[in-house]
């Protein structure tokens, strides 16, 4: 699994840091941002509510 942020989405919300902290930080420019290449098996459900929550719908999962 991997996952992306729409940098012209994001508004800095929060929800997928909240939701997913190990997958998800809030850059220096106040925006969501991926900390990791490739998503654990372990983790995928906790990106997938991270989407599901985005207020911007700005994270995409493939």
Not at 32 to 43: Q, S
């Amino acid at each position: 699994m991997r996952v992306t942020i729409d940098d012209d989405n994001c508004r800095g919300h929060g929800v997928c840091c909240t939701v997913c902290p190990d997958v998800f930080d809030i850059n220096d420019d106040g925006y969501a941002e991926v900390l990791l290449d490739v998503i654990p098996a372990g983790l995928e459900d906790s990106v997938r509510k991270a989407a599901a929550n985005c207020p911007e719908r700005a994270i995409t999962v493939s």
